[in-house]
């Protein structure tokens, strides 16, 4: 029976392998096996959330091996440490408690094909201090200690140990973009919890982008008009600004100018993860990612596909492929395609990138995007709650992927009926 393994549970890897267990696992017809490193999804674009404690990840996330179980899959818990082109193998690093103790022995895991699918980490562009006094938002690990800093700072705000908080964030893209909003948000939910004296004016949030613009990959109107909404909430936007050193008390400008900051968050970039720079003698990028051909097989080896951040395409026409939720989840659905088609000796397909818009939430305050399409002739700016439909919308498509329709519309009750009965802010 044909071993396919996929490296990488989340947007596009968590899709892909439930697609393969459902067609492939649940028939006997090849033996699915999903790696990776957490024991639980969450989805990526939702970490801002978590940080500011507008989303508790112990309610939203997916146990891999529950899912597994129901889905005709096998997972394995572990991180990629190597692919052995020659003999078909992966190895998994030993797996290590917190403690940095033994739990697993490193393994090997034989493949027919391979997949990989474990995303990328922020780009700190090897900036002086970036990795000791920066959080970057890659995981929930860092994400929860992002909110627990947080609710120190607002607990010291609140007992008048400072006088207010000032928040750094490095990067307009629609990472520091949306956490800056949720972050007025938090300080306005923390407030009914106790934390009266909390003011919108004691929150000093700053974002710093290199660009001419926020959201530099959005339409100019959209850039423009999210720039207008964040300064009316009170975040200083600064453009044309690049950082050139971060410190224990805040960062440091190309200009020499000092922004003060008692917790930075760095959002300015990504790139795949350094470990696979050439690994097993594949082409990669400048930025680590794996180079595809168009049936997004790598260019040296045609068992082994990549998909989402961690893989490079080219663009029809110029560019490559965004790193992007909805690429992600387009391109699990080609690769699950091409496998099938591999197993039946029939010709693969070519990935074209759609892009159907792109939305920014503002927390609660406003949403607002670009829907892209040929009923829109083009592209067409839209906002409010149509926008936060299409927003919320791509959520639920991945959803679906995983769930089936029935149990998206059952998830999606209950995290309504959790917003009445839970507090709005997950306080610890
Ligand atoms: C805060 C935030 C907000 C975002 N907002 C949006 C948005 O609004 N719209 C949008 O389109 N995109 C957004 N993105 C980008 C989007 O999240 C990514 O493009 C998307 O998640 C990529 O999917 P992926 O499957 O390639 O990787 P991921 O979803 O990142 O999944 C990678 C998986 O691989 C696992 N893994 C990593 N390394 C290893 C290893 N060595 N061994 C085993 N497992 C490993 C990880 O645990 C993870 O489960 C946002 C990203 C962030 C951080």
Redesign the pocket.
Known sequence: MNKIII?????????LATKLGHKLGRKNKAHIVL????RT?L??????EV?AGSLDDGIDAISYRAHAKNHGFVFKL????DIERGNKKVK??PFCDDNGTVVLPETELQYDILVM??????NDFNTKGVREHCIF???PDQ?HKFHSLMLNKFLQLATHETKNVSIAIVGAG??GV??SAELYNSLDQISSYGFDDLKPKDLKVTLVEAGPKILPALLDKISTSVHRELMKLGVDVLTNTMVTEANETGLVTKSGDVIKADLIVW?AG?KA?N?LNNIAGLETSRINQLIVKQTLQTTRDNNIYA?????SCSQEGGGFV???????HQ??SLVAKNILATLNSKPLKDYKYIDYG????LSGYSTVGNLMGSLTKGSMKIQGRIARFV?VS?YRMHQVALHGYIRTVLIAIIERVNRIIRPRLKLH
């Open positions: 490296v990488g549970g989340g947007a596009g890897g968590l899709e790696v990776d490193k957490n999804h989805w990526k674009p939702l970490l801002h940080a572990g991180e990629l440490a998994i690093a699918a474990i995303g990328s980490v922020s938002l890659d995981s994400a629609a990472t949306e956490l959002a990504i993860p470990f998909l989402g951040d961690c893989a965004p790193p992007r939720a909805q690429a992600a391109m699990s792109s939305f920014i939430s927003y791509l």
